[in-house]
């Protein structure tokens, strides 16, 4: 590729476009100041070394400038891009455009770099395609200047996903509504969608020159730029329905994901229009729920912004979904969130690295997400992670106080059942992936031998909150993520150890929650705080969806059909009476209300609706 090395590189603002100026035409040079552009941050932030592209691919036709050679290079792999001039000459330059609104107006000169002397080219370092975190689809193009300005192609103003924008209707995979249809003047304006996520508009009961398009917006309704009247058709002679063409609403290489959409039409006779609801479509469960979730990832500080350990757990929701479009998450929370952090920044404490700060139940949360990464990935780095988490909890097992077990926090102050039952997951899950080892193994004895001699677990089967200072249950209340954690930690025991007392408790735990009605009301999981009048905290609104997880794996353990049963029942009832037209789950998964709806129990739903 290019011989050359990278020049000076001003970094730019845009300069945008009068209105009138077509999309395709190449800028003229700015003739007002420019400013810094603002760092967009995805999986890397702009600025990136080409050197460092995983990728190189020329998805647009290159330029000829008076001889020179303009092309645009693009990593899918990094969602990033960079251009190039070769064959120039001392002080041509070369630079890149973006746009966030379809190519209507653009960020002008970023990156532009000149050729210096005794050199024939240069390129530009590489910027981010497109903007996730603030729900902005990005189009890129390489302009240069070589005694005439002229711009490749934008790449990607057509959205794809299984189907591309613009596909017919006619091949739709199914069909179905997602919200009422609208009315106006007699005609009827529906919203489809279907098993791809693909959607289109119809308009029936009408007439001649009748219209009817989609909307698509990337931030749930609140904005559409670049996504107005797509597929504007109207009806034909004689004719009193049209439909659009289908276009995408998921976006997997500029991961964008759970797009919206709505349908509106015009009646010929008259200029005002009315439009369906917003609504995103539902491919899977699944994939609906994680879609919705993964709006509130912020991969500027590369979490769920915020809560520390809910984080954790929530990216571990997304590991089961199985759905590998979210990959790149994992990475990006690794690599970003492993560095040492004040209070305040991503806890009240601070976090040491590592994952590591004296919430020993935080650093256990994440000891788990990352042998889930592993997993997931079978990338090794998430597992040494782990083990090193494991050790700092490890650390905190204490025989000098109640004979054992793990304490809750550095200063020793209480042992509980969250911090001893993520233990028991935790060191079984490292010796099962940890060859020849043996010391893992006899700490998850010791901890599961210890666990169920220190009287959390009630006469009932389930699991009270901790103990008390002279080492007896204290009867506080039962959270169900207390009694998942315990069912995973067990049935994890019994993996490493073949003794079946192990998975016979796990069983034990399960049956009993689903019997009481503590914990299952009307065959629904019910937390303490989904009762009545009163609210749950942002701990507790995804505790229910760490109980599934791990019921779950007891399914997946023992084939048992009753299991799957109760969970499908929690499926369906989040399905049909705790989920909107954008697919967000709120706390109560029977309905009802005060409800609360936001990224964590959203990631509680997607737990139950995983199987």
């Given at each position: 590729m290019l011989s050359f090395f990278v020049a000076f590189l001003m970094v730019l603002t845009p300069v945008s476009p009068p209105p009138s100026t077509p999309p395709s035409t190449p800028p003229s040079a700015p003739s007002s100041p420019v400013v810094a552009a603002a760092v967009v941050c995805v999986l890397s932030c702009d600025t990136r070394d080409p050197s460092q592209a995983g990728q190189e691919t020329f998805p647009v036709p290159e330029r000829q400038i008076n001889g020179r050679r303009l092309v645009l290079h693009v990593s899918d792999r990094d969602g990033m891009a960079w251009g190039s001039i070769d064959n120039g000459r001392t002080g041509d330059s070369v630079w890149l455009d973006r746009s966030w609104d379809g190519?209507?107006?653009?960020?002008?000169?970023?990156?532009?770099?000149?050729?210096?002397?005794?050199?024939?080219?240069?390129?530009?370092?590489?910027?981010?395609?497109?903007?996730?975190?603030?729900?902005?689809?990005?189009?890129?193009r390489a302009c240069g200047d070589a005694a005439a300005v002229v711009c490749t192609g934008w790449i990607y103003p057509t959205?794809?996903?299984?189907?591309?924008?613009?596909?017919?209707?006619?091949?739709?995979?199914?069909?179905?509504?997602?919200?009422?249809?609208?009315?106006?003047?007699?005609?009827?304006?529906?919203?489809?969608?279907?098993?791809?996520?693909?959607?289109?508009?119809?308009?029936?009961?009408?007439?001649?020159?009748?219209?009817?398009?989609?909307?698509?917006s990337w931030d749930g309704g609140a904005s559409w730029p670049g996504g107005a009247s797509l597929g504007r058709v109207s009806t034909p002679a004689s004719a009193t329905s049209s439909r659009t063409a289908m276009f995408a609403t998921r976006d997997p290489r500029g991961r964008h994901f759970g797009g919206a959409v709505r349908a509106c039409g015009r009646e010929a006779a008259h200029q005002e229009g009315s439009c369906t609801a917003w609504a995103r479509p539902v491919p899977t469960r699944a994939r609906a729920a994680a879609d919705a979730l993964l709006y509130s990832y912020d991969p500027y500080t590369a979490w769920w912004p915020t809560s520390w350990w809910n984080s954790a757990t929530t990216l571990t929701a997304v590991m089961d979904s199985g759905i590998r479009d979210y990959d790149w998450v994992i990475a990006r929370t690794f690599d970003v969130n492993r560095v040492p952090f004040p209070a305040g920044q991503r806890s009240s404490d601070p976090v040491e690295g590592d994952f590591i700060s004296r919430s020993i139940d935080d650093s256990a949360w994440w000891g788990l997400t990352w042998v889930a990464a592993y997993d997931h990935t079978g990338d090794r780095r998430?597992?040494?992670?782990?083990?090193?988490?494991?050790?700092?909890?490890?650390?905190?097992?204490?025989?000098?106080?109640?004979?054992?077990?793990?304490?809750?926090?550095?200063?020793?102050?209480?042992?509980?059942?969250?911090?001893?039952?993520?233990?028991?997951?935790?060191?079984?899950?490292?010796?099962?992936r940890t060859p020849g080892d043996s010391m893992w193994l006899q700490r998850a004895r010791t901890a599961a031998d210890w666990y169920l001699a220190s009287g959390m677990v009630g006469s009932a089967g389930l699991v009270n909150d901790g103990l008390t200072g002279d080492c007896r249950n204290n009867g506080q209340t039962v959270w169900t993520y207390n009694q998942g954690l315990?069912?995973?930690?067990?049935?994890?025991?019994?993996?490493?150890?073949?003794?079946?007392?192990?998975?016979?408790?796990?069983?034990?735990?399960?049956?009993?929650?689903?019997?009481?009605?503590?914990?299952?009301?009307?065959?629904?999981?019910?937390?303490?705080?989904?009762?009545?009048?009163?609210?749950?905290?942002?701990?507790?609104?995804?505790?229910?969806?760490?109980?599934?997880?791990?019921?779950?794996?007891?399914?997946?353990?023992?084939?048992?059909?009753g299991y799957r049963q109760y969970a499908q029942r929690q499926a369906d009832s989040v399905w049909a009476a705790d989920r909107d037209a954008l697919n967000r789950i709120g706390q109560r998964w029977a309905g009802g209300t005060p409800n609360q709806v936001d990224w964590r129990t959203q990631a509680s739903g997607l737990n139950a609706v995983t199987s």
């Open positions: 190519g209507a107006t653009w960020e002008g000169l970023l990156g532009r770099a000149s050729i210096p002397g005794a050199w024939t080219g240069t390129r530009t370092l590489m910027y981010n395609v497109t903007d996730p975190g603030h729900h902005r689809r990005g189009l890129i959205v794809c996903d299984v189907l591309c924008d613009r596909t017919s209707a006619s091949q739709a995979n199914g069909a179905t509504q997602p919200v009422p249809p609208t009315t106006l003047f007699g005609r009827v304006i529906r919203l489809q969608t279907d098993l791809n996520g693909m959607a289109w508009g119809t308009i029936e009961a009408g007439g001649p020159g009748d219209e009817v398009w989609l909307d698509r998430y597992l040494t992670m782990a083990t090193t988490i494991a050790t700092y909890v490890h650390q905190y097992w204490d025989t000098r106080t109640c004979g054992g077990g793990v304490w809750w926090d550095r200063e020793r102050t209480y042992k509980n059942a969250v911090t001893n039952g993520q233990y028991l997951r935790l060191t079984a899950a490292i010796h099962r315990a069912i995973g930690g067990f049935v994890e025991v019994w993996r490493a150890t073949g003794d079946a007392r192990y998975l016979d408790t796990a069983r034990r735990l399960a049956d009993s929650a689903i019997a009481s009605p503590v914990l299952t009301r009307g065959g629904v999981l019910t937390e303490s705080c989904d009762v009545g009048s009163a609210v749950c905290d942002d701990n507790q609104k995804q505790f229910k969806g760490i109980f599934m997880r791990f019921l779950n794996d007891l399914a997946r353990a023992t084939g048992s059909a």
